[in-house]
């Protein structure tokens, strides 16, 4: 671990590689686990306002789960997330014609109807972040379902924090993504290149 500016980082997103392989995994993040996708207190605005625009891009059964339970739920111990089908897939999982689990919200923002990828959280994985009152923990979800990813990340030589550039700028900053890289070619100046 290392601090940066008000985060403590887990060398793990520099010494591993990762590349998600949608062909592989078909998309199994976004339907395995016990719970939904965390929620940043912000973004709750945001998904409020965009389901209308998201809502075409799902499947009627995740129109049914969002509509009963809202466009995100809260749980018993304050953290927010996604709501669930089933406690199974997100509800705002689609599927394409391979069978592999997308994102409705990622899809109404690829077509240019919103202006917001997704929750950071997703845009984010295999990185999680765990807010504490003094700084955020920067660290390396590992999941059994991500083994393709990893050996594609190893394949290709793509370290996590530079498959999960885009989000760590979105989350932090660029100021904060320059200082990491710096930091990353200390650690590991063979990846960081």
Not at 11 to 25: G, P
Not at 166 to 177: M, N, P, Q, T
């Amino acid at each position: 671990m290392f601090q940066l500016g008000k985060t403590l980082v887990s060398e793990e997103i520099i010494k591993n590689d990762f590349v998600c392989n949608l062909s592989a995994c078909k998309g199994a993040c976004c339907i395995d686990g016990e719970a939904g996708a965390p929620v940043e207190p912000e973004e709750r605005a945001i998904m409020e306002e965009i389901y209308p625009k998201v809502k075409p891009y799902l499947r009627k059964e995740g129109i049914e789960a969002i509509e009963k339970q809202g466009v995100y739920i809260t749980r018993e111990n304050g953290e927010i997330e996604t709501p669930l089908i089933n406690n199974a897939d997100c509800a705002y999982v689609t599927f394409d014609d391979r069978g592999t689990a997308l994102c409705g919200i990622e899809e109404a923002y690829n077509q240019g109807d919103i202006d917001w990828k997704k929750p950071v959280s997703c845009h984010l994985y295999p990185v999680r972040i765990q807010e504490y009152s003094a700084f955020s923990a920067v660290n390396y979800h590992r999941w059994e379902i991500c083994d393709d990813a990893c050996s594609l990340g190893a394949e290709l030589q793509v370290p996590i924090y530079k498959f999960v550039k885009d989000a760590l700028i979105r989350k932090f900053g660029e100021d904060w993504y320059n200082e990491l890289e710096v930091i990353a070619k200390e650690i590991q100046p063979e990846k960081s290149r």
